[in-house]
């Protein structure tokens, strides 16, 4: 009820917790520890098994080699082929220089070129320094040069020999002999391969292999390659490989290029090497 100021109200004295004596405390059991907590141990069945399986494989080899041993060796079967007979008398002489294609190839490759024929002249533009053409120069003969520059250093590019000519007053002649080192694998071939696809990309192209060289082609661009201002080119071009060296002719004319005219020279240059 309500009280006033000079009331006396008597406040219940608040319980005071029991202090616990012995026979109150009572030990909390300890928790068990959770499957995550406790480590898994490796039964002993586990370990039985283990041992039993290598008993066993070192029993059944211990008895596999008594009994191979009791046993008398059987007598091979006779060689099917017959036993060949060796050459006599002295071993074949070395290739000379003039039959080791590959000591003409490591020498001058300049002096496998064709030589200019009678009456033709010089082209009227240089390309190479003295007959050579060194990376970056051949790299400038590609569409994307900074491109073509990365892959002739990853694919060891070595040298190349190039000569050129004039014929008549309108017809030029290039032909370059690109040699790679080919180490690990054979790249000429490869990069021949890169140079025929782009060569039959184009269209209105005919093509021919060239005899005597596996692979080769030679192709006539009938389509000429025209530019405002200028007088319509048409083109012709080779390419096969021998050994480390790839073989390129370039034809290009204000006239068609006769198959007769890209076959020749192809032929004629592939029988240098």
Sequence with gaps: MPCSVGDVVEVPEEPTEKEPTEETVEEAPEPEPGPESRPRRRGRTTLLIAVAAVLGVVAGTCTGFVVQADRAPDALPSLSQATLTQAKGPAPEPLSAAQDRRVKTDGDLRKLLLKK?????????????DGWMDLAEYAETFEKPADAFG???????????VVNWREG?????????????????????????????????KAHTDSWPIPGTGDGMAYVHNSPDRKTGYTDVYNAEAHAWRGDVEMQVWVSSAKPVSKKKIMDLAKRQMERL
């Design 169 to 201: 007053s309108s017809l030029f002649v290039e032909i370059r002999l690109v040699q790679f080192r080919q180490d690990d694998e054979l790249v000429v071939a490869d990069d021949a391969d890169d140079a025929y696809y782009w060569a039959e990309k």
């Design 117 to 129: 024929p009678s009456g033709a002249r010089d082209a009227g533009y240089a390309v190479g320094t």
């Design 151 to 161: 892959d002739l250093v990853a694919e060891d590019f070595r040298r190349a020999a």
